[in-house]
Structure formats: structure tokens, C-alpha cells
């Protein structure tokens, strides 16, 4: 089945503490993206990845890394989690633009709640 | 830098009506996308429908079609015969057309609807 996982689904963390969320697709999609979503501010973008060894920052990638070795993979890294990074995120994967130009939709996880005490 | 307006936090539909949701965007790009997902209360993103910029035809799947303005920079969604199973939170979402994969959300508007 094709799909976008993430793990772990829920976590509850203190300040500080150094953790990563985990994101793979099956689909050998190129493009891969994270986005946080909060109450009043709907989506937004934290980081993306065009491809293997190459990120770029979204709208809000303070706080946060990112990392690209394997096409199928993209975790985010909290290096130290603050209260003001709870949320709900999301993993999200594309294949590139057809030559064409025909864009398939975005393919997104399940969400990961994340809580900082 | 682009934006995307949605400007009603909340709308109501009674069962078997239809309701359009607003969304404008703002950009100087002449190539771009523009989508609309729904966030039911699973919270699993669904893609609804999506428009090409250069396409003046405008999109339609099924219950749903838009609304799409190109000189306005406005981009409505309307679903037609609404259905419980439509009540959500839905997002208007821009993307630029090329060398990029950055993504732009509206903040959303919560869908009501009334048995």
C-alpha cells in the first residue's frame, strides 16, 4: 500500500530534550515536506526536500532540523524542544512535476501530536 | 511573498444545499497551483480538488468544483448537495509551478453541516 508513515504518533516530551519524528514513503517520490498545524494558523511549511542531500527552509524552520540521506526518509530533529513547538505534525511526499507540468497531489502522514512540558 | 486568505473561520450548510468557501491568494509568480484539502476529524489531509494556473477552465470533481479568478487572485470552492460526511476543516493551499516545493496554507475554514 502506498503511503507516507510517521513515528511516533503521539509523544509528550520535556524542555530540552533532544528528540526526532521519523517520516518514510513508499512511493519513490522526490519531494518530501514537514508542516506543523496550529489552532488560527492552518498549515505551515518547516522544512522540504527536493531530493536525496537537498532541504530547504519553509516559513517557520526555526527550532528545527532536517535531514535527506535516503530518498524514502526525511525526520525532523527538536535538538531543544520548547514549549511553543507543541503541535500537530505532519509528513507530506510528491513526485516531481511531470514534463508535462501535470502536479499529482501531495501525499501526507497521519500526523504526529507532539507535547513540550 | 505569497499569501493565502481565508477569511471565514466557520460556515454552516444544511444537508443536501450548497456552500462556498472563500479563499484569495497573493502572489507576482505567473505559474502556480492552487489546491483545496479537507481535514476531516481524523485529521488525515485529503486532497479536494486542484487548479492550474494556466488553465482558465475551472476545476471540477464530482460535488466540488471552483471558482477561479486569475485577475482577482481569488480561488472559491463550492460544494454542491452537501453531506454530512463533507463536515471538516478545509484549506486553500498555493504552490509555485516550478523549482520549488514550497507550499503555502490558508488558515482554514471549519464546515458545518446541518442534518
Known amino acids: 500500500e502506498a503511503q507516507v508513515t510517521q513515528n511516533p504518533r503521539y509523544l509528550i516530551t520535556v524542555t530540552g530534550k533532544k528528540l526526532t519524528v521519523t517520516c518514510s514513503q513508499n512511493?519513490?517520490?522526490?519531494?518530501m515536506s514537514w508542516y506543523r498545524q496550529d489552532p488560527g494558523l492552518g498549515l505551515r511549511q518547516i522544512y522540504y526536500?527536493?531530493?536525496?542531500?537537498?532541504?530547504d527552509k519553509g516559513d517557520v524552520p526555526e527550532g528545527y532540523k532536517v535531514s535527506r540521506k535516503e530518498k524514502r526518509n526525511f525526520p525532523l530533529i527538536l535538538e531543544s524542544p520548547s514549549p511553543n513547538q507543541t503541535s500537530l505534525y505532519f509528513c507530506?511526499?510528491?513526485?516531481?512535476?511531470?514534463?508535462?507540468?501535470?502536479?499529482?497531489?501531495?501525499?501526507f502522514g497521519p500526523g504526529t501530536r507532539l507535547t513540550v512540558l | 511573498a505569497q499569501t493565502v486568505t481565508q477569511s471565514q473561520p466557520e460556515m454552516s450548510v444544511q444537508e443536501a444545499e450548497t456552500v462556498t468557501l472563500s479563499c484569495t491568494y497573493d502572489?507576482?509568480?505567473?505559474?502556480?497551483?492552487l489546491f483545496w484539502y479537507k481535514q476531516p476529524p481524523s485529521r488525515q489531509m485529503i486532497l479536494v480538488i486542484r487548479?492550474?494556473?494556466?488553465?482558465?477552465q475551472n476545476a471540477t470533481e464530482n460535488r466540488f468544483s471552483v471558482n477561479f479568478q486569475k485577475a482577482a487572485k481569488s480561488f472559491s470552492l463550492k460544494i454542491s448537495d452537501s453531506q454530512l460526511g463533507d463536515a471538516a476543516m478545509y484549506f486553500c493551499?498555493?504552490?509555485?509551478?516550478?523549482?520549488?516545493?514550497?507550499?503555502?496554507f490558508g488558515t482554514g475554514t471549519r464546515l458545518k453541516v446541518l442534518a
Open positions: 526536500s527536493m531530493n536525496v542531500e537537498v532541504t
Open positions: 512511493m519513490n517520490h522526490e519531494y
Open positions: 502572489t507576482s509568480e505567473s505559474d502556480y497551483y
Open positions: 507530506a511526499s510528491s513526485p516531481q512535476i511531470g514534463t508535462s507540468g501535470t502536479l499529482t497531489e501531495q501525499f
Open positions: 487548479q492550474e494556473a494556466y488553465k482558465q
Open positions: 493551499a498555493y504552490r509555485r509551478g516550478s523549482g520549488t516545493y514550497k507550499y503555502i
